[in-house]
Each structure stands twice: as structure tokens, then as C-alpha cells.
């Protein structure tokens, strides 16, 4: 399998990940980010499709996280009995997007044409996009574990 290959099937799985999450928080807010995220996944695998097959390309600047700062509006989902199952599903998804940001640093590294190089940056950044949102995610999370009431235990930063 060529390196093409495998980043394609990289995101069909993540695809799968993303839609499966979504089926599993169906009942809360997260089913809108993961189904967003899912829909990411895809647009990625269809566009290194038609790099392969060496089709015009349109790279679509568009990041999910303004879309989604919504859904965190109302945070009644974020109750103490999933924290740690949200927090295992972060992770692995967190996992699962370091990967393709090194697997697509390894491509940027090796691309001569200058086509090539965008495609990798911007693949790069999209999963990176996705990273920083799992990283928020976690932070919103803990927060409250953290927080102290009182302030004359320190200033803390705004959330």
C-alpha cells in the first residue's frame, strides 16, 4: 500500500471513529461535533482521491470550530458519570489526528512540486484544527474539577 493509500484509508477510519461517536452521544451536543468532524474526515479521504487520480483540487479553507462554538453554549452534557468516558474518546481521537498531522509532515517532507506542498500543508492544518478542538474539549471537561470558588486562591485564566 503507497503512502496515498494508506492516509485515504487513515481517514475512512477516522470517518468510521467520528460516526460512531456521534451514534454514541446522539443524545447530547457531541453528536453535532462528531458528526461535523465525520463530514471532515470524508471531504479529506475525497480529496486525496482525487489527488491520486491527479484532479483539479479545491482546497476549502473552511474550519469547523466556529461552527461548533454553538453547540458548547449549553453545557448540561458535560455531567460528572461520562467525563471519563468523553475523556477516553478525546484521547483516541486525539491520537488518531497526531498521527495524520505526522503522516502528513512525512509527505510535506518528501513533496518536490509545489501543488504537492499545499495539499500537505493544508491537510496539516485541517488536522491540526481538529487536535486543538480535542484539546479545548478536555479543558471544558476538567475545568470545573479545577476550579476553586474562592478567589483569593489566584487569579485563573477566563473559559
Known amino acids: 500500500m503507497n503512502t496515498i493509500d494508506f492516509a485515504i484509508k487513515m481517514e475512512l477510519e477516522g470517518q468510521k471513529y467520528y460516526l460512531e461517536q456521534s451514534e454514541i452521544n446522539k443524545d447530547n451536543e457531541l453528536h453535532t461535533v462528531f458528526a461535523m468532524l465525520a463530514a471532515s474526515e470524508m471531504e479529506h479521504a475525497e480529496l486525496l482521491q482525487r489527488y491520486k487520480m491527479r484532479e483539479a483540487l479545491y482546497l476549502s479553507r473552511h474550519f469547523i470550530r466556529p461552527d461548533i462554538k454553538p453547540v458548547f453554549r449549553d453545557l448540561k452534557s458535560f455531567q460528572k458519570e461520562h467525563t471519563e468516558k468523553q475523556l477516553d474518546a478525546y484521547r483516541l481521537a486525539s491520537i488518531q489526528e497526531e498521527k495524520s498531522i505526522e ?17 500537505f500543508e493544508f491537510l496539516i492544518g485541517q488536522e491540526k484544527e481538529h ?29
Open 103 to 119: 503522516l502528513y509532515q512525512e509527505m510535506l517532507n518528501e513533496a518536490v512540486e509545489p501543488s504537492d506542498k499545499e495539499v
Open 131 to 159: 487536535l486543538n478542538l480535542f484539546e479545548d474539549l478536555v479543558i471544558m471537561l476538567l475545568r470545573p474539577e479545577e476550579w476553586v470558588e474562592s478567589a483569593e486562591f489566584g487569579v485563573r485564566e477566563d473559559y
